[in-house]
């Protein structure tokens, strides 16, 4: 049952106006027409964009909006695939962009406390100058923000080793609907005081509460990486070198695979780059790894994953290339490039981040391929082989009629990774774009009690609404 | 304010026995007052125990504690030092121990299913010998259950590289009060659709729901491991040198320390077995790392960590020892023994797990010796220095009427503790014996939110009441 919500009248644009001076708020729909999507398909325009600089503007609009009755929805970069910053009830988008302040760093306490609104790649370039590391690399690293990466517990590469955003976040200050701030967790790295609301609070997408704080745990800088990239006969001959790498004992802190197609939209975009790339054309799967520690243990470590790979099952790897330094991130580009390069293949696609349990990624991935062939579409699949959690990617051409097909095939994903006991969403989120898939995953009794959480945080329903199980 | 709750009448003893017949339902006193305390100090007789076999004796347990508010206090083998499940409003104990089947082990999914009641410890050793790998180790680990491991978010020595608890658990099957079970998480190493329930129910310590089920993330067994026992002359001189090895950009899987009076108590301990032990009569403070990685890694790993600590500020160690394999055991046999012998000072001890940042460690370690010394009692201090997570050990002779000035003690050691931005439990918990304290920690707002959270869950506030915050 979908909430009515009042429209933004005079006399609070006039309240927010007073709350966020100058250029604070934007009512213009010219203006208002930037904060009306992300980076997925959907849009919808607010009433009004607002652009707090600190907690108290937070805690005075949240008592307004809890109050009035007004949705409100937190944005940052809104690099979200999902439109989980959409504004789809209209209200008060709140952009979190000129809260981007790192106010402490502590190399003694290996703590990090950020404003929401800081990038998180710079943030991890500022701590490894100074020997610190702050693991959790969403692909959308060097664009999106600390803030929206707890908001959606954001995964990533590096995941297999050190877990996702939500192992890293210590403690929060957190503005609830009425304007209460909740001061949660500490710089300790372990606390079990009390329930556990810091966790509860990454991942749950700006539908339960705003963060003004965040306080993060950081590492030492692991000393040295090495990346090995291998390409494979087909992708059971990948998935068996793989398990051979983890019965050596090795823990990588990346591993990433890609499918024949994927490595097809390579060869297309790598064509005409100097080295030799006909490997691109020639494997049916290809698995890149990463290993970080210290510099001799990285070394040794390496040659003893080349040696897993090649005594794999088969005739070994038919492409294998190992690289450490400034050569490194040579192999990562390819992995980087694989995003733009599907579009070589086919002007537009849906890219799903469904994740299976670990011994089913060769049936979800040729799960997928079957659906494609089915419905006559091209897919291709890559992601973090080592969580399961696969990037599948349904290729079509809207103009020649089959953007049908292409949500058929969606469809039919969701059902097969769910049969595999998988889930719609490893590091995305729900969001708009699967609220429609939600109760398969779901029961009832799950989400009912979700709903009442909710209900804790924010009864009136201002938070986000139009999203996940609601 | 203390709800009042019914006993336990005829007609619920009768329904108690049906549900779990033979010796599933004791009542007897005799019986029951094995039932009554834990590892810490309190005890109170519950008004029967029962001892559930599958998840619908829990179900319909709950069902009936629910409509006629009966306390529930969940307990498998109850080495809680906290007096989490100690039943202090009477009711029913519910212990887990015959709940104790690993379901399944999955080598391709890298995921463990079972029962709450299997023995951490055994369930690690039979995975080890299939090449996987569970982290979380608290000291307790060979007696204590992984549900009671789950519901206290239990911490241990791997936490520094690993994590606790919390980080591995993937999903989870809870009974709610009323009987409903919810299927929460997956087998998915990643899952991120709705809220996260299953991170808020790992270190609930029984006040929202009980497990029936836990599934739970595995790794590859790492190859080998090192570990490194250091003595100095004093606790700065070893805090500098743990901070060298962090500079070098290793991350050991554990890192302990030892004060001079936790020295004092070994010395005395190790005086008549054989080897050298002098150097603990000697060293103000000692440091304990474990390496854990390929094989060939943590033998070069173990070199850079001996050579930083040589290296370290001051003349180095005045003690040194490397070991891997068969040996190292021995060295972790000193770190085993601490507890058991500081009895050798005292004949009494409260033990506190407190934690503060990492950089306040040796604020708080000073700290706990002056309120020792103004008190006239001895402290003793050890734990996991990378974690920040103190073991403050009060000794006293109960005897001799120090019982008062311990109790002192406890209290300058939570302000200490409090004021140095740290927490009272870092991975204990809060329970009973640390309930007076609970608000100087959590402000009124997250108490609120905490309690009415509770009741989403628990209405009636049958599970485990008298702990926590409540």
Excluded at 5 to 16: D, I
Excluded at 30 to 42: H, I, M, W, Y
Excluded at 140 to 168: E, F, P, Q, W
Excluded at 341 to 360: I, W
């Amino acid at each position: 049952m979908q909430t009515l919500f009042p429209s933004l009248t005079a006399s609070g644009r006039r309240f927010l106006r007073g709350l966020f001076p100058g250029d604070g708020a934007l009512f213009a729909p010219e203006e208002l027409v930037g904060f009306s999507g992300d980076a997925g398909q959907e849009q919808a325009l607010p009433g009004a964009v607002v652009r707090p600089e600190q907690e108290e503007q937070i805690q005075d609009l949240l008592r307004w909006a809890h109050l009035e009755r007004i949705p409100v929805y937190a944005r940052a970069r809104a690099t979200n695939k999902v439109g989980q910053t959409v504004p789809v009830r209209g209200g008060v988008v709140v952009s979190f962009l000129r809260m981007d302040r790192v106010l402490d760093v502590d190399e003694q306490d290996f703590v990090a406390v950020v404003q929401p609104g800081v990038v998180t790649g710079a943030f991890q370039r500022g701590l490894e100058a100074r020997g610190l590391f702050y693991p959790p690399d969403p692909a959308s690293v060097n664009i999106s923000t600390l803030g929206g990466n707890v908001a959606t517990c954001a995964g990533g590469m590096r995941a297999l080793k050190y877990g996702v955003t939500r192992d890293h976040v210590l403690g929060m200050r957190a503005v609830l609907p009425g304007g209460e701030v909740l001061a949660l967790g500490s710089r300790c790295h372990k606390d079990v005081a009390g329930l556990d609301l810091t966790r509860l609070l990454a991942g749950s997408a700006g539908t339960l509460a705003l963060f003004s704080e965040l306080t993060l745990k950081l590492l030492p800088k692991p000393e040295a990486s090495v990346s090995v990239l291998a390409g494979f006969r087909d992708f059971s001959e990948a998935l068996q070198a793989a398990a051979q790498v983890f019965r050596a004992g090795l823990l990588p802190s990346a591993l990433e695979f890609m499918d024949r197609v994927t490595l097809e939209a390579l060869a297309v975009e790598y064509a005409e780059k100097p080295g030799d790339h006909d490997w691109l054309n020639r494997a049916g799967a290809a698995l890149l790894f990463r290993l970080d520690g210290s510099g001799v243990a990285v070394e040794t470590e390496g040659r003893t994953l080349e040696t897993a790979l090649r005594g794999s099952a088969g005739q070994g790897p038919l492409f294998l290339e190992r690289a450490s330094g400034v050569d490194e991130e040579g192999l990562w580009e390819v992995r980087r490039s694989i995003s733009p390069s599907l579009f070589h293949l086919a002007p537009d696609k849906s890219g799903e981040d469904v994740a299976v349990p670990r011994g089913r990624v060769l049936e979800a991935v040729q799960g997928l391929h079957a659906i494609g062939e089915r419905l006559g579409l091209r897919t291709a699949c890559f992601g973090h082989l080592g969580d399961g959690n696969l990037h599948a990617n349904i290729l079509y051409d809207r103009s020649k009629g089959q953007a049908e097909a292409a949500q058929q095939a969606k469809s039919a994903l969701f059902d097969l990774v769910l049969s595999l006991g998988g889930t719609l969403t490893g590091e995305h989120g729900i969001g708009l774009s699967k609220r429609a898939w939600m109760s398969r995953q779901l029961g009832p009794a799950e989400q009912d009690v979700m709903r009442r959480m909710k209900d804790v945080f924010d009864p009136h329903g201002i938070m986000n609404p139009g999203k996940e199980w609601e």
